[in-house]
């Protein structure tokens, strides 16, 4: 799918007949969704550009996610976007600024440009060139990511309140804490991802105006406290996988504690079973009457015994 947007006399419009498309100039905004690789070189050959490969838009050197020349700037950075197993993937976009078109490729529906759409729709007179419409994409991207950052946050201040002595300790709450540790890296793979690439913004040559480049370091700081977001996450995530694996520990000595308890109970009786089982001829009790309800009485009070000593000594 392409989506071209022009800046006419008054607004900017969206060009609604891409067959007959043929004049370039005034175009804001060229925007390749899941392109076929007759629309993308249609493109190529209509403005003069030339878009990156998947995998170069995939390489994480410096020199691969942002390149400046003197008449294109390229900006490549990762989206994290839901899938179809609720969990979260990463998608590349690649962002061509030349003169004052950008041009941007990707390969999946991003929440970012349709928001950027919208702002285009209601606010036409704002846009004047792609510089600012490449902005407001990042800044609909940051947004969305300190909103992931937030839900990350209540989930886990919900999984904090169900952690306590009586919870079910379950395989399930281990993997849940470790799904969030997953999602909570790949938000700051993704923020410093586009730290790198805005920091190199506000480094180039001429690209920006002084507004432009005012609201690059405005997104540069929202970055920084997204960064110092996540590295609180991770560190009441490490929090509550200890105080789980301590609340296991503790669950684990309660049963062996049971069992040391009910196997000392039965020592006492099981001594005095083993001296009357003897074999032996001269033996008192053997003939006696109430031998067997004495021997029985013993054990019975042998075991009380034993428990008595324990709650004596706080051992239960």
Known sequence: MIRIFQLDETSVRKVRDIESFSNTERTLWVDLQNPSPS?????????DVDFL?????????SSSRYIEEDDFLIANSNFLIPDAEQRYVTVPVSFILKDDTLFTYRNADLKSFADTVKRIKSRRAVFSDGAQILI????????YDADLIEMVSSEIKAINRMLDLDATLDREMLLNINDYQELTMSIRENVVDK??????????????NEGEQQRLRTLIKDINSLIDHTNFIFER???LQNTYLGLIDLEQNRVVKIF?????????????ASIWGMNFDEMPEIHWK??????????????ALTLWIF????WL
């Open 290 to 303: 109430y031998g067997y309800v004495f021997a029985i009485a013993m054990m019975v009070f042998a075991s």
């Open 53 to 61: 490969s998947q995998q170069e838009q995939l390489e994480i050197e």
């Open 237 to 239: 995530l490490e929090f």
């Open 260 to 272: 040391t308890v009910v196997s000392l109970v039965f020592m006492p009786p099981t001594l005095l």
């Open 311 to 314: 709650k004596r000594k706080n």
């Open 195 to 208: 730290q790198r690439v805005i920091s190199a913004m506000i480094r180039s040559d001429g690209w920006f």
């Open 136 to 143: 407001s994409i990042f800044e609909s991207r940051i947004d």
């Open 39 to 47: 629309e993308i070189k249609r493109i190529e050959e209509k403005f």
